[in-house]
């Protein structure tokens, strides 16, 4: 499960951009193998892509796969060069569960502080459809993973909001029934903002949780 792919530009740019991504599927599910349309998308714009698997539930619990996390971009940060990509622009970006991954990486310093890092390194991070602050866990597939009844505050990104934090895009579907937006995505761009850090939201229509 610790592997990940890179997405190479046919056509690279001098010191591209390089994107992080991590998949969502509830802690529960999902592969790298399923996401080659990420790369192929951000590679065809100049970007230089890595897709990371993390272990998953049943075989670890919080925050063994914010762990797996860490060690994916320390990985890309210290060889990313060798793809063509500049790794003082390196971006962490993720779907759902995945987004709450790679807020967690951007927001909460512990887990690149474990592989001598720091969300500093960050020049931006990309939240699709996150879950950012739901306990209690309301999902019956999430439960276990967090440990409930007893799930730490201090697994929820919107607890680890800070005035360093990176610049953050954030992303959701104005219908999605499964991560509530308003909550969420709108709850944690609030105190970003408060805190003073960059931050813009784009809501669309006509897509879900999934097709987002």
Do not use: C
């Amino acid at each position: 499960r610790q592997k990940l792919d890179v997405y190479v530009p046919r056509h690279p740019l001098k010191d591209a951009p390089v994107v992080v991504f991590f998949y969502g599927g509830s802690w529960n599910n999902g592969s790298k193998d399923d996401y080659g349309f990420v790369g192929e998308a951000l590679a065809s714009r100049g970007i230089v892509v890595v897709i990371a698997d993390y272990r998953l539930y049943p075989q670890v619990r919080y925050p063994a796969f914010l762990q797996d996390g860490a060690q994916a971009v320390a990985w890309t940060y210290q060889h990313i060069a060798e793809y063509g990509a500049d790794p003082q622009q390196l971006y962490v970006m993720g779907h759902s569960s995945g987004a709450y991954n790679a807020s967690m990486l951007a927001l909460d310093a512990r887990w690149l502080n474990d592989v001598g890092l720091s969300p500093a390194l960050f020049k931006g991070w990309i939240g699709l459809a996150g879950p950012y602050d739901f306990l209690p866990i309301e999902n019956r597939d999430v439960r276990p993973v967090f440990f409930f009844p007893d799930s730490p505050p201090d697994s929820q990104p919107i607890n680890h909001v800070s005035a360093g934090a990176p610049p953050s895009l954030l992303i959701a579907a104005t219908d999605d029934k499964l991560v509530n937006p308003e909550r969420n995505t709108g709850g944690l761009a609030e105190k970003l903002r408060a805190a003073g850090v960059p931050v813009e939201t784009f809501y669309f229509g006509k897509t879900n949780h999934q097709t987002l």
